[in-house]
């Protein structure tokens, strides 16, 4: 099975998207302004544990050290209070190094530690070989990850080769970032492959050819080009068996979209998803 690994360029293509997101998307600047200071982070994280190649069985320990400092430092400075408060009580709890643990075993555990392990743990995943990931425990079945197990974040279609009309479609792992490729209108949560159980909504009017929905609640258009859409790249596909959705991005549709930058500021679709009374199979590191 092909799998993805980001290579370094990643980081500067996930920069990019976030800048021309920033201007389009003024609803979702402050936490994309957020998300650019977790990046930065990040990408450092990655140059210095590509670097570093700390073996796997002290991986937890190196995150704990290397990272999660850095990722603190960035959210106390950067991020919204809540979180900020969140984490600061938590710290005085329990050890990172607990909760890095815990995300590597898929674990149960709160919002706010999740999101330090996650946000500490998955650049050095990224730079690291399978080896590190191997670390991680999780099924690898068809509905995760192949190379450390972990839950899809979201679905994108890739883009078109020259004799299919529409591309591949994949799934990208929440804990490592790696992608695999998985079966469209079948559900990434449960498998349900009925169409009769699986509901695609969409953005009004960005849609032709696709049973759905009108996605209704969203913020106006820019003011500058009134008949563009927000997503007319994205939609959700959710999944009446099991109760779940995540969100698709087609970069055939948009060849600028970075799937995992694009999903985390589409906050509109996540709130009318949860209207719907489905819950996200895994919710995005900014907690949508
Ligand atoms: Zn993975
Ligand atoms: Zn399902």
Known sequence: MPVAIAAAPAWSERRRRVGELRRRQSFARQLLDFYAAVLAVQEEAFLHAAADAP??????????????????????????DRLRGDLMRRLDADDPGQMV??????????????????ASLGPVLEALDVS?????????????????????????????????ATGPRNLLC????????????????????????????????????????????????PAADPQRAFFPHMRIEACESCRRYLL????????????????????????YAREQGFSKITTNLMGF
């Not at 643990?101 to 996650?118: C, F, I, N, S």
């Open 132 to 164: 590190a990931r191997a670390a991680c425990e999780g099924p690898r079945d068809a509905r995760h990850c192949p190379d450390c197990g972990g839950p899809p974040q979201l679905s994108f279609f890739a883009a078109a080769s020259d004799d299919l």
């Open 174 to 221: 929440a804990r490592c970032g790696a992608t695999w490729s998985y079966a469209r209108m079948t559900c990434a949560g449960c498998g349900e492959s009925a169409s009769s159980k699986l509901s695609i909504f969409s953005e009004h009017g960005t849609m032709s050819g696709d049973r759905g929905s009108v996605v209704r609640g969203l913020p106006g258009p």
């Open 248 to 271: 698709n991005v087609d970069v055939a549709a948009d060849p600028n979209a970075v799937p995992v930058v694009d999903e985390i500021a589409a906050i509109p679709l996540d709130l």
């Open 101 to 118: 643990r815990r995300w590597m075993r898929g674990e149960d555990q709160l919002p706010v530690d999740r999101y330090l392990a996650r």
């Open 55 to 80: 073996p796997s069985q002290n991986l937890v320990a190196y995150v704990a050290e290397a990272v999660v400092p850095r990722v603190v430092d960035v959210t106390v400075a950067a991020g919204p």
